[in-house]
């Protein structure tokens, strides 16, 4: 196996492809030369067989140019002497032949018994019939190759004879197989010596490729500090270098994308507003802080769950929230661990992709409890203001009329009318008085001045300014100030403003032979405790928690008679949060109230005003 890994690789494969050229380039070249070698070589002997042929044809014309063909003893003897010593070599046969193809002479003593015998061969056939080009390959009984040459005699244009030479071509296939040999030693040297270099080439080119990939795999890892050596000015040096250029590079734009994803993390992680980011398919991918705790539940429990069901959303509406058809919603919900409900308006943004369409969606979830319930109190608090203007503006109207029609005539009806007016207009008055003061309250423009004040003092003038109309209803007083308690720094006249509120309240709803207390201490934070207690009609519980709301009245017809605004509760609220405090009441229907207000023993913790 590792072996076969190595022949995958680019080094193996450059080797082969280096030796498989050489080899077939040298093959190429072997064939080319070995043809041509052989070519030559056999055309060379060939030519001197024709060449021994044609002078041995003249030579024996001499001797065959007798009478009929035949030759006398000593031209015999003559011819077989010029055979022997001129036309003698290694591995050849010669033999001079009559007109009728029979053999007169034969340099091989072995074959002295072919002598008188006929010649039945193709080529001499040829050249007895005057044909001068005649030659042929053979194989003789030995197999021996030999090359066969037959060469008319002809004499006064007669042809009296032939010559036949049959040449063993041992010698020139041995001289082949030595070139071949010599050849073949050189391929396969040349093929070492290649594999050798291609080892070096291949490393040259494979050395820096496995280099840089190593190192690419260490940028895979996210290690960008280290840099790729450069090994030349080549193609594979400028890749090298362009190798450097794309890590600094990738390592400069993952540190931006680090940063962004930091940047972006914490933003989502201390936003105010709730994000979810779903797929193409609804699912939850991403849900920040903020998102989990509107929701109240755990950032690993939403994911992967469907965003319709999460929010409760009508598959309709979500629909129409996906494409982007409907820009948001108001949802009401009670998340887990918390007491009240509260509103969130979500606000749907879908993630577009230019190839791919609509890839996911961004949910923003914004807690609009506050706003919404600021809202409801704008809208209560315009109704509540033109509903108290229109009443006494309807009745002036009325009276008005009234005396405009003739009631001025009878001075006692025109005269209770007239005070009507009067009582109605000082009730606007008050009316726009308390909402003017309520405004400043809220705009911080009515600056606390703020004064030491003896709070033993305070209360006594507070209770002696309505120490007669407790007297009138036969109500007892009381008070207490607890040892210790001298002075605070406070603005005193907006604290008998309360003050003053809180023992009308008390006059008012507290019936005949009742009783007021009011007590001064220091409660458990170290801060002044000031409470009005009554033994009047007291509140339901169901109007307790909206008593300071700003109009609001239990019974709203008769607290009207008795010239409330509806405000005074809602002014003391806010006068006391400005000097530090807290104003909360406790009552029992039937049985009485108790409104107890708190303020600083010092200027600590105060709002600047």
């Given at each position: ?12 494969k ?15 070249i ?17 030519q ?26 000593d ?68 197999n ?18 032939a ?26 040297i040349?093929?070492?010596l ?12 494979t ?8 190192h ?10 280290q ?83 999460l ?14 058809s ?39 979830l ?58 109605e ?49 036969h ?5 207490f ?37 009011i ?23 169901k ?65 600047a005003q």
């Open positions: 196996m590792r072996w076969l890994s190595f022949f995958r690789t680019i080094h193996a450059l080797i082969i492809i280096y030796v498989l050229l050489i080899l077939v380039a040298m093959q190429l072997g064939v080319y030369f070995v043809s041509s070698m052989k070519n030559s070589l056999t055309s060379n002997f060939t001197d067989l024709q060449a021994r042929a044609e002078m041995l044809s003249v030579l024996a014309e001499q001797d065959l140019s007798g009478s009929d063909g035949k030759m006398e003893e031209s015999v003897e003559s011819l077989r002497a010029r055979v022997n010593n001129l036309f003698d070599f290694s591995g050849a046969e010669i033999q001079v032949l009559d007109a009728s193809g029979k053999v007169l002479i034969t340099s091989q003593g072995s074959h002295a018994d072919y002598v008188g015998r006929k010649n039945t061969q193709t080529v001499v056939s040829r050249a007895l019939q005057g044909i001068r080009d005649n030659e042929e390959y053979m194989v003789d009984e030995d021996v190759r030999k090359k066969v040459v037959a060469k008319p005699v002809i004499s006064q244009g007669k042809i009296v004879g010559v036949y030479i049959a040449a063993s071509m041992t010698e020139l296939y041995d001289t082949m197989k030595r070139i071949n040999n010599v050849f073949l030693s050189g391929m396969l040349a093929l070492a290649t594999a050798v270099l291609g080892v070096v080439l291949a490393h040259t080119i050395h820096p490729i496995k280099v840089m990939t190593r690419a795999t260490e940028v895979a890892e996210g290690k960008f500090d840099q790729m050596p450069v090994f030349g000015d080549d193609e594979i040096g400028r890749l090298s270098v362009a190798f450097n250029y794309m890590t600094g590079r990738l390592r400069e734009a993952l540190s931006q994308n680090e940063e962004e994803k930091e940047k972006l993390s914490s933003i989502l992680t201390n936003m105010s507003d709730g994000v979810v980011a779903t797929d193409d398919n609804g699912r939850v991918i991403l849900v920040n802080r903020r998102a989990s705790a509107m929701l109240g539940v755990n950032e690993n429990e939403m994911t992967g769950r469907h965003i319709a069901v929010l409760g959303i009508d598959p309709e509406e979500t629909e129409a929230l996906y494409s982007g409907s820009a948001s919603t108001l949802l009401q919900l009670e998340p887990a661990g918390q007491d009240e409900p509260i509103v969130i308006r979500v606000t749907f943004t879908p993630i577009h992709r230019r190839e791919f369409g609509i890839t996911g969606t961004i949910a923003v914004q807690d609009v409890t506050e706003q919404e319930e600021m809202e409801t109190t704008r809208r209560e608090f315009v109704a509540n203001v033109s509903h108290e203007l229109r009443t006494p503006l309807t009745t002036i109207r009325s009276y008005a009329e009234a005396l405009d029609d003739g009631a001025m005539a009878e001075p006692q009806l025109a005269e209770r009318f007239v005070g009507v007016i009067r009582n207009t000082e009730r606007m008055i008050r009316l726009v008085t308390d909402l003017l003061h309520l405004s400043r309250l809220d705009s911080n423009e009515a600056p606390l001045r703020m004064q030491p004040a003896d709070v033993m003092e305070m209360l006594d003038e507070v209770a002696d300014r309505f120490s007669f109309q407790m007297k009138q209803k109500i007892r007083s009381g008070m100030v607890e040892q210790g308690i001298g002075k605070v720094v406070i603005d005193r006249d907006q604290i008998e403003q309360v003050l003053d509120n809180l023992m009308s309240n008390a006059l008012k709803y507290t019936p005949e032979g009742g009783s007021i207390r007590e001064a201490r220091r409660n458990s934070e170290g801060m002044l405790s000031i409470s009005v207690q009554d033994t009047g009609i007291g509140i339901p519980k109007d307790l928690d909206r008593i300071f709301e700003r109009f609001y009245r239990v019974d709203k017809a008769r607290s009207r008679n008795m010239g409330g605004t509806g405000l005074g509760l809602s002014i003391a609220r806010e006068i006391v949060k400005a000097h530090g405090g807290q104003i909360f009441l406790e009552s029992e229907y039937g049985q009485g109230t108790c409104t107890t207000f708190t303020l600083p023993m010092s200027s600590e913790g105060r709002e």
